[in-house]
């Protein structure tokens, strides 16, 4: 039989890359391809101390149907500890507890966009958050990121020649892939844009509390006076991401939108879970808890600096990130990455090719994005020395062939 | 600031069932409103004690990103029950976890229907489906059920005049609301339908399982040899729904879609859970577990109907399911439940109107909804009563307005 499917998806393919990180199933291969976090950051036990208590106390509610909105204390501790802690959220903005980020940015575009209307993001970015304006038959739009964040004046050029700019997706803080943190003035400056060209930005932060390094940047949100920013976090970095649960902020009438919208995805985020980490804000202390992350990161961050100074070709050039969870290393002009990572996978490293960042798939990239918090330090030294070694022998032969 | 959303989610309000449903919140009313099961039916001692293990050992992979097409043991465990108990799902066919039924049918709706499609559905329906359906722009039309499931003929009517039909959604077994099951006869004969008019099914069975009389009837995808029947189930009234796990079975090239559109939704069901369920399968007797909930709610079915026949006025019928977890009653015609449920909610009694199931959502029904999951039997009698002299005084009305 031949389905015929909606025009939506039509164009909704298993990407290329699919390949490549099929070999990080290979227990192996040394991955710095992922983005997961660490499961040393995993609050495990203090999690299991909390389950056994709603299990045996509470477990009529906590496996119960609970409301779209979600659960109501956690809501409570999210909107204070947002609003006293980041400045984020005001009197008009209504917090909205959503199963994980991503379907913050789902349900922002379901809610939002027609389609064929654009969405301006950065140049890279993160590609389940393209693939979910794709689903909407939205154009992509992606413009360039600088070391201090989207190029303003090539967004601003091209916000005059397009007219169907719905919404600007950035992710400000330690973007996914680049790492890059978009500078105050920038910051402004976007919200200044979204007011003359009349758009929304959808502030994507999965990673803002991880810090590492330099000085906090307050969230575009917070900088925002007429309620044109959503913003989307999550507990997957800072918890654990299995349990699926994140929030969105955003102003009231978004937000019930996006609460209807909720109501018919799936009806509400799992309970349990929500429960566990509202009891677990309770009993413990999160902002410590999160510093001991931050502790367990930045020694991996700079074991993969080192080792990206100490290995890779001088001609292969790193960023170096804050915060999060990567670095963004670029070839010379000319290279292209998915056949770089994939001749490293071969030789059982994994990175992402930049072309999978790319609003325009069929892009090549002389990019790669490399992970940081999931493989332990020794795999970091190990798989940077062997994925050196592939650089070195990737570049060569590309200057044998006069690229 | 005025917000302009979708065109897609512009219809999509607040029904006005919900202030009738406020006064659930009230500890102190009956409320035969819910579409929940008993607390008293989850595993949760069970479950306690899976979650202290995986916490404990596994927590590590339970807390951490999954795959998008669910978790493989559960995948695997739940086809092999599918297929020996229920003859449900071939070779041809695969199967998505998803985050409970309600997600099955969103994504089902998003990867099938361009806006202006129609979706059929019997008639009256299950809001939360048509409410999906309406998410993305679809048109909706019910065809009325009868004892034995939707019209056919009236089905077949509708199929002749409209080319645009995508998609039929039906609840063939102890129907939310109506507690009807459709029989073998038109199963088949939906499936027919399918073939000559050229639309898919898609057999919602949340209920299937919780059988208190009758002999049971196969699933529609069980008489399904064309690849015509997605079949969504749920976890939610046999475990327990605030873990939200679903699951879809459909051909591979719908199955492979739903994933894609799962991937951009959420990334993956809570994997936590998915773990919880596929151990509970390993170390316990599912059918042994599913058995005790039924042999606890024929009770609470048989007091509701025995009340139902005590206190309801003579004009008033009820449906006697075979399972599920409700009761449908209608007044005589003129009546109008919006009405009749509001005056009940004031006496501290909930029951959902019916105009609440219809695909017009301005339709004035005659009919309500009792769920008998929920209340103690205690609670059954009590509010029965109420609900009895309720319906007396709001006939005794009508009939005074000459309605």
Redesign the interface.
Known sequence: ?I???????GT???SAIREILKVTQNPNVISFA????A?ES?P?KE??EI??DL??NK????????ISEGYVPLRAQLTERLRTKHATGTENDDLLI???G??GI?MTA??????GDTVVCEAPSFV?AL??F??YGLKLKGIPVCEDGIDTEALEEYLKQDNRVRLLYVIPTFQNPTGITTSLAKRKRLIELAEQYDF?ILEDSPYFELRYSGKVVPTIKSLDT???VIFVGSF?KII?????VGYVIA?K??I??LT??K???????????QMVISEYMNRYDLDAHIEKIRAFYVVKRDAMLAAAKKYLPAEVTCGKPDGGLFIWCTMPNGANTMDFCGMASKRMVAAVPGASFAADESEISPSFRLNFSLPTEEQINKGMQILGEAAADYLAELKKAGK
């Open positions: 039989m389905y015929q499917f909606a025009d939506r998806i909704l393919a298993p992922a983005g997961n976090p499961a995993f495990a999690m299991a389950s056994a299990l045996a477990y009529a509610s906590a496996l119960q149907y609970g959503v199963s994980g991503q379907q789902e379901k809610i939002l966009c027609n389609a389940g693939n979910a794709r689903s929304l007429t309620g044109r997957s654990a991401p299995g349990i699926r102003d009438q978004i019930s939108k209807v919208a109501q018919v995805s799936d009806v509400h985020t799992n309970l349990f879970f």
